[in-house]
């Protein structure tokens, strides 16, 4: 078991390590330009730097300083969303007429892609992290809404009349709809989650002096692509770490699964 | 046997008196479901309800449940009135209806939890249906055969009047429905509960009821009330009954030729309503 489990995390480094590999002997030889692609070697040491760095690197700050920023609007951003698309998917997928009212409203704004808001939330919050809360919460909104309305609105009524004849009355909605659509409303924020760590990086290329995003900016601007590479890195971690503790936490929720594996 | 339901109003037991269920298609005639249906059951007796499929068996299940409202006439249990579904009304569905995402444990406490019930015991229902050992499973873990066993043990913990059981064993196989059908008679038996099971089985009607309903097809009327002559507590072997294999032939006759049985008058057709 645990032979097999080594072997199939083994399984899942060749690929990378090939194209490290070839990345490597490129640069080496002088194949890669190293102002369009620097060196693994010099995007590691410049990677360090930058994670252990405290003064002003590049633009106010080191890892912490702009990490600290872009999660504070991830986190601000994915909470509002949910405290909107949590609800309102709830009410939506249960009441026929509520839905008739908001549910077309949502879908004509759905239609409206995220990032084509930039203008006017730049011109409605100005540069900074308004904006980009702005963004993510709207972004993020979509999947909560329409997982949680979907998943409740499929819950099977054999489980609301047991529900209801094993006693539960005002409480089958917490006892009930709640648990047995949890898988779609789980599936919802970890899409949500997703969808926040692609809009923060649209609101923090602005011109925002903090952020991850901003590092790549003005990485572009001073044409170092390391910089650049790094931003890109401190994003994909921190979103795949974000998804992890998403998990965990929804883990520990009443009415998780247990036989629900989670994929990913 | 009384056949006015009326006058047992007063007593204690399961009594239905004239329900009608209409089905509204929106356009100015209504497909009549259930047509003036009235019975009683005496508490802690076992009824069955058998008929052709489509008939309107669970329709009428439902209505005695108060999952479905009946157009017209009413319901009583132990007197009150049914208006809406309740825990001294237990149902046991023919799906699966187990919540997936608590133990076996956790379902069958779901009741007393609802009702503020702190003395309800589990075990003592865990032990019950037989299920003991397999507090902590999750449903996906259990046989269909024990996935119905723990829906019986999370009804009767609310200690119901009454037991509906809609097809509880349909769909089970062959094997494991008359394991739960023994399961089914001892607990009755012991708890002296009362029941009413629709089924499409006739030989579980015959060998679990002490009355059968033979129903017609819609709109559906009881065609014949029949007593089952046989002793209890009843073991497996029961099956294998002369008066059983009787029994069934008959009912088996009335449900697929319901006018051939009524019009032949002959003695072994006396005991038909």
């Not at chain 1, 899942?12 to 369009?36: D, E, H, M, N, Q």
């Not at chain 1, 909107?84 to 998917?89: A, C, S, T, V, Y």
């Not at chain 2, 007063?10 to 047509?35: E, F, P």
Request: proline content about 5%; some cysteine; charged content about 20%.
């Amino acid at each position: 078991m645990v032979a097999r489990r080594i072997k199939m995390s083994l399984a899942a480094v060749i690929l990378p390590a090939f194209v490290l590999a070839l990345w490597a002997l490129g640069s080496a030889k002088g194949f890669i330009a190293s102002y369009l692609m620097p060196a693994p070697w010099d995007i590691a040491v410049s990677l360090y730097n930058f994670l252990i760095s405290r003064g002003q690197e590049t633009s106010g700050g080191g890892f912490i300083v702009h990490a600290s920023a872009t999660l504070y609007r991830v986190g601000l951003g994915f909470s509002l969303a949910a405290v909107l698309g949590l609800p309102l998917g709830l009410i939506s997928g249960r009441s026929r007429r509520f839905a008739s009212v908001l549910d077309p409203s949502v879908q004509l704004l759905r239609s409206v892609p995220g990032i084509s808001w930039l203008p006017l939330a730049i011109i409605w919050f100005g540069i900074g992290t308004t904006t980009s809360v702005f963004l993510i919460s709207l972004a993020a909104f979509f999947p909560i809404y329409l997982n949680t309305m979907q998943g409740v609105h499929d819950v099977p009524l054999v489980w609301l009349q047991t529900g209801r004849m094993l006693g539960a009355k005002r409480s089958i909605a917490w006892k009930v709809l709640i648990p047995a659509a949890m898988p779609s409303i789980e599936t919802g924020l970890r899409l949500a989650m997703g969808v926040s760590w692609a809009y923060v990086v649209l609101g923090e290329l602005t011109g925002v002096n903090t952020g991850l995003g901003a590092i790549i900016m003005d990485a572009r601007i001073a044409g170092d692509p390391s910089k650049v590479i790094i931003g890109m890195i401190s994003i994909a971690l921190l979103g795949r770490l974000s998804d992890l503790l998403l998990i965990w936490i929804l883990g520990r929720v009443p009415g998780h699964r247990k036989e629900a594996k989670v994929i990913g | 046997m009384d056949k006015d339901p009326v006058s047992k109003i007063s007593n204690i037991g399961l009594t239905v008196i004239s329900i009608s269920v209409k089905l509204n298609t929106g356009t100015a005639t209504s497909i009549s479901i259930i047509d003036q249906i009235s019975f009683h059951a005496e508490p802690g007796e076992f009824v069955c309800i058998v008929g052709p499929s489509g008939c309107g068996k669970t329709t009428l299940l439902n209505v005695c449940a108060g999952f479905t409202k009946s157009s017209s006439g009413m319901v009583l249990v132990n007197k009150r009135t049914v208006c809406c579904p309740h825990p001294s009304r237990a149902m046991v569905f023919q799906q699966d209806s187990l919540f997936p995402w608590l133990t076996v444990e956790q379902n069958i406490m779901f009741g007393p939890k609802c009702q503020d019930n702190r003395e309800a015991d589990s075990d003592t229902y865990i032990d019950l249906v037989g299920l003991k050992g397999f507090e902590k499973y999750y449903p996906h873990q259990l046989s269909g055969g024990m996935k119905q066993r723990a829906a019986l043990a999370r009804v009767l913990i609310n200690k119901p009047d009454i037991l509906f059981l809609d097809e509880p064993f349909g769909a089970l196989d062959a094997q494991s429905r008359e394991e739960m059908q023994d399961v089914l008679l001892e607990v009755c038996y012991r708890t002296h509960t009362m029941a009413l099971l629709v089924t499409h089985d006739v030989e579980e009607a015959v060998f679990l009821g002490d009355r059968v309903l033979v129903m017609s097809s819609r709109p559906t009327r009881i065609l014949a009330d029949i007593v089952v002559p046989l002793d209890r507590p009843r073991a497996w072997d029961v099956r294998e009954d002369p008066i059983m294999s009787k029994l069934k032939t008959k009912i088996r006759a009335l449900i697929a030729h319901p006018d051939y049985v009524k019009n032949s008058q002959t003695e072994e057709n006396s005991i038909l309503v």
